[in-house]
Every structure is written in structure tokens, then in C-alpha cells.
């Protein structure tokens, strides 16, 4: 069964430190995996888009990596500011049909406080 | 570019009644796509447009829900009659092409609320 499991799913920092979120995914055939922050009210916005040929993609003080070979990968966030509290969610793209289909992770819910 | 654009964005019915959602994709996208979340689980997929064709629809849960693109640009999502269990967010999506390397831009959701 195609699944994205994310971990934690909450995580409470302080401003300025740094946090790894994680994604394990059985999906196949696999295409792409991307990380979506979502702000509360929001739609999902892409974040990092990475096939699996690449193993780090980097947008800012986010830099998420791929492990194809174990199917998991990592969103860690530097520096973290107030404005990263969000949901940031983790979704596979499984390719079927001819098609693209977007499996999602539930999201791990991130809180930085002051 | 105008993002993608759901109206309304939040709606409180009650059981029984009908509600119909509103999506404008952004103009050029060829692919629409519906999305649900419902509390406590990950955002699921419901259907899929090109055009004003529907590509995929295994995602719909039953057929009290009408999905609709009409003219290949906006469409709709009716919920007739509404149940408690249809409560969530509805996203909707568009992309250009549908390809590996092409992005999807969500729209900010509607949330429906059955009571």
C-alpha cells in the first residue's frame, strides 16, 4: 500500500534553533518527493521538489534530503524564526495510469516560540 | 500571475442540505485537481481534470459529490446531500502540465462544516 508516514508529529522549538523533520515513504513507482509548508488558513506551498537521483535540495534556511535507497527523507530547517510555524507536510508523487498522483504525509505540525 | 482561488472559503450547512465549492485554477492550467482533508488526516485525492475532462475521479468517496469543469476553466464540487462525515477542508489545485517537474499551486482551501 502507497504510504507517507511523517515524523513527529508536533514539535515545539525555541526561536533561532534548528529541527529536523523526517518522511519515511513506501510508494512505488516513485517520481518526486516534495515538502509543503502549510500556514494555518493556507493552502500547501512547495517548498523543495527532488527526484530520485537527488539526494539534497536546499530553498533558503530549508534543506530537505532523499535516501531512495531507504525510502526516507529529511526537512531540516536552520535558524528557525516564528514566521516557520506551520504545517509542513511531506508528499510523494506516484506515477500510475499515466498520470501523476500525489500521495501526502499527515504533516508534522511545528511551533517556534520566542 | 493570480494564484488559485477557492470560493467560498469557509461554509456551515446542515445535514441534508447541498453545497457546491468553486475553484478558478490559474489561467493556462490545463490540470485541476480537488483535494480533501478531513480533521486528523492527511489531505487525500479526490479527482482529477485536463480540461474539462475527468482524468481520474477514483478519489471520490460516494456519488453525492458532482464534480464539474465546464469549458475547461473553473469548476465546481457539489455535495448532495451533505453528511456530518463530509466535514473538512476541500483544497483545490491546478498545474500547467502534468509532469514530474511541474509544481502544483494550492488554493487556500474551503472548509466546510456539517452540523
Known amino acids: 500500500k502507497n504510504q507517507v508516514e511523517q515524523s513527529p508529529q508536533s514539535l515545539i522549538i525555541l526561536e533561532g534553533k534548528n529541527c529536523t523533520l523526517q518522511c519515511n515513504y513506501t510508494v512505488s513507482p516513485f517520481s518526486n518527493l516534495r515538502w509543503y509548508k502549510q500556514d494555518t488558513g493556507r493552502g500547501p506551498v512547495s517548498l523543495t521538489i527532488m527526484t530520485f537521483s537527488e539526494n539534497t535540495k536546499s530553498n533558503g534556511r530549508y534543506t530537505a534530503t532523499l535516501d531512495a535507497d531507504t525510502k526516507q527523507s529529511s526537512l531540516h530547517i536552520t535558524a528557525s524564526q516564528l514566521s516557520d510555524s506551520a504545517s509542513y507536510i511531506c508528499?510523494?508523487?506516484?506515477?500510475?495510469?499515466?498520470?501523476?498522483?500525489?500521495?501526502f504525509g499527515a504533516g508534522t505540525r511545528l511551533a517556534v516560540h520566542p | 500571475e493570480a494564484g488559485v482561488t477557492q470560493f467560498p472559503s469557509h461554509s456551515v450547512i446542515e445535514k441534508g442540505q447541498t453545497v457546491t465549492l468553486r475553484c478558478d485554477p490559474i489561467s493556462g492550467h490545463d490540470n485541476l485537481y480537488w483535494y480533501r482533508r478531513v480533521m486528523g488526516k492527511e489531505i487525500k485525492f479526490l479527482l482529477h481534470?485536463?480540461?474539462?475532462?475527468?482524468?481520474?475521479e477514483s478519489g471520490m468517496p460516494n456519488n453525492r459529490f458532482l464534480a464539474e469543469r465546464t469549458g475547461g476553466t473553473y469548476s465546481t464540487l457539489k455535495v448532495q446531500p451533505a453528511e456530518l462525515e463530509d466535514s473538512g477542508v476541500y483544497f483545490c489545485a491546478s498545474s500547467r502540465r502534468d509532469r514530474t517537474h511541474y509544481g502544483y499551486t494550492f488554493g487556500s482551501g474551503t472548509r466546510l462544516t456539517v452540523v
Open positions: 508528499v510523494v508523487t506516484w506515477f500510475s495510469g499515466g498520470y501523476n498522483k500525489l500521495i
Open positions: 481534470f485536463v480540461k474539462e475532462s475527468k482524468q481520474d
